[in-house]
């Protein structure tokens, strides 16, 4: 793989991303929990996009022009040690063929650049299409 790049997902990333999603629910090996339907991950999707700053985000990892991964960031309010709004690194996932290539250190590392707060990115959707400062976006 020539290069993996992350980034923050928007509505054009919709279908490839529920694609994913769907191998990552099929390939659980938890029997007690149902799987969603595709609706379902659709109508989660759209809402995550429609509110980031309050629902959290989605990163995905693409590897020479192809989705190879995804990340949910949600947000959490804690009351312990740091009170205030955190950034918990939900569900991962990678798909087989792109394993072992660094993608979840990846994502990791953008997760923690982005709770200290030393990058900004590019959130687009409905409404929101501008560079938003990760301090508003994460710590409020």
């Known amino acids: 793989m020539s290069s993996i790049t992350i980034h923050v997902a928007n509505e054009t990333d919709i ?3 529920i694609s994913l999603m769907r191998i990552y629910c099929d390939q659980s090996d938890e029997p007690h929990v149902p799987k969603p339907i595709n609706d379902d991950l659709l109508h989660l999707c759209h809402q995550i ?7 959290g985000i989605y990163l995905i990892a693409r590897g ?3 989705m190879i991964g995804f990340a949910s960031l949600f947000w959490s309010w804690p009351f312990t040690h740091y009170p205030g709004r955190r950034a918990i690194l939900s569900d991962l996932f990678v798909i087989s063929d792109a394993r072992g290539e660094g993608v979840a250190y990846y994502f990791k590392l953008v997760k923690n650049k982005l709770v200290n707060d030393k ?3 590019r959130l687009s959707g409905k409404q929101l299409s501008k ?5 508003k976006l994460i710590n409020n």
Do not use: A, G, R, T
């Open 15 to 17: 279908s490839e991303l």
């Open 49 to 55: 996009f429609q509110d980031p700053e309050h629902e």
């Open 64 to 66: 020479d022009h192809h």
């Open 119 to 121: 990058l900004f990115i």
């Open 131 to 135: 560079i938003i400062p990760l301090k």
